[in-house]
């Protein structure tokens, strides 16, 4: 399966962006995916995840409360709702897949299926 993100761009702080994951080749049923970003010069870290059959999810605490991620079956793609943006949530947010189970979702290492992320900066 391929992935690919998309839905970055330019924001002011306290706004807003969705995020898209799509997959190609076959359909997410099956998976968990986890949304990761990665700023420069720092290791990727965690976002959210979501089991696609199910719906169970995952955030990092620091995540929490400003960030939703959700699930479209019919279009095969998960979102990530980031609202409130700040500066330092400017990074490459990228998607990924795994069928770990729920106490490894918040590993990157357990990913894979990796797709190009998409570039989100939050200006002050």
């Known amino acids: 399966v391929q992935l690919q993100a998309s839905g970055g761009g330019f924001v002011q702080a306290g706004g807003s962006l969705r995020l898209s994951c799509v997959a190609s080749g076959r359909s997410f049923a099956g998976y968990v995916v986890g949304w990761f970003r990665q700023a420069p010069g720092k290791e990727r870290e965690t976002v959210a995840a979501?089991?696609?059959?199910?719906?169970?999810?995952y955030y990092a605490d620091s995540m929490k409360g400003r960030f939703t991620i959700s699930k479209d079956t019919a279009k095969n793609t998960v979102y990530l709702q980031m609202n409130n943006l700040q500066p330092e949530d400017s990074a490459v947010y990228s998607c990924?897949?795994?069928?770990?189970?729920?106490?490894?979702?918040?590993?990157?290492?357990?990913?894979?299926?990796w797709g190009q992320g998409t570039l989100v900066t939050v200006s002050s």
């Open positions: 979501i089991r696609f059959s199910g719906g169970n999810t």
């Open positions: 990924a897949t795994t069928r770990a189970p729920y106490s490894l979702w918040h590993s990157p290492e357990r990913y894979d299926n």
